[in-house]
T-cell receptor, first 112, second 116 residues
Framework: DAKTTQPNSMESNEEEPVHLPCNHS???????IHWYRQLPSQGPEYVIH???SNVNNRMASLAIAEDRKSSTLILHRATLRDAAVYYC?????????????FGQGTELSVKP | NAGVMQNPRHLVRRRGQEARLRCSPM?????VYWYRQLPEEGLKFMVY????????ESGMPKERFSAEFPKEGPSILRIQQVVRGDSAAYFC??????????????FGSGTQLSVL
């Protein structure tokens, strides 16, 4: 699986939007972009994924650059409950192994 | 529909004892993954199993660690002769099919293993 680069940490204020960046300059045409997050003392949970087009779901939005070398996870209104480590992961659609390879992620803190 | 269930939530063992960690995947899921998270470190893949088969064990330590996913019952991660360095959070995840590029994994809340 291709490598991603994320900032180690970010801060946000409650009820403000948060943009979490991810660089993946070596992405291949068959790589999906996945985002997971891990709340304190919990297992990771799926947030969103996409291939080329921007995606929206009830948790977040995913904006994918036209050249696909970067993407941004958008939390529209951060809450205290969104404080977590956010992981950006590339998954090859042809990946036979099924495993997710986690990097260090971005630790998001939310201030009231 | 219950999520991925891991037990025990906390497990304390003395050096040299055996640790058995259990994982019940979500209903209908036949693929299980084990991850380890050492203190202040990221999640490291250990092993990927389907029913009665080990598919990928590239992340498993060569000695003392084993995993199984029998036809009936939960998946078991077994650590023999535990050492203090085994102290970590162990997470299990499941998926309904081979987790390819557009599939997603569902994680349990983990087992915190403490070795005295």
């Amino acid at each position: 699986d291709a490598k991603t680069t994320q900032p180690n940490s970010m801060e946000s204020n409650e009820e403000e939007p948060v943009h979490l960046p991810c660089n993946h300059s070596t992405i291949s045409g068959t790589d999906y972009i996945h985002w997971y997050r891990q709340l304190p003392s919990q297992g990771p949970e799926y947030v969103i994924h996409g291939l080329t087009s921007n995606v929206n779901n009830r948790m977040a939005s995913l904006a994918i650059a036209e050249d696909r070398k970067s993407s941004t996870l958008i939390l529209h209104r951060a809450t205290l409950r969104d404080a977590a480590v956010y992981y950006c992961i590339l998954r090859d659609v042809n990946n036979q192994g099924g495993k997710l390879i986690f990097g260090q992620g971005t630790e998001l803190s939310v201030k009231p | 529909n219950a999520g991925v269930m891991q037990n025990p939530r906390h497990l304390v063992r003395r050096r040299g004892q055996e640790a058995r960690l259990r994982c019940s995947p979500m209903k209908g899921h036949s693929h299980v993954y084990w991850y380890r998270q050492l203190p202040e470190e990221g999640l490291k893949f250990m092993v990927y199993l389907q029913k009665e088969n080990i598919i990928d064990e590239s992340g498993m330590p060569k000695e003392r660690f084993s995993a199984e996913f029998p036809k009936e019952g939960p998946s078991i991660l077994r650590i023999q002769q535990v050492v203090r360095g085994d102290s970590a959070a162990y997470f299990c995840a499941s998926s309904p099919t081979r987790a390819d590029g557009f599939g997603k994994l569902f994680f349990g809340s983990g087992t915190q293993l403490s070795v005295l």
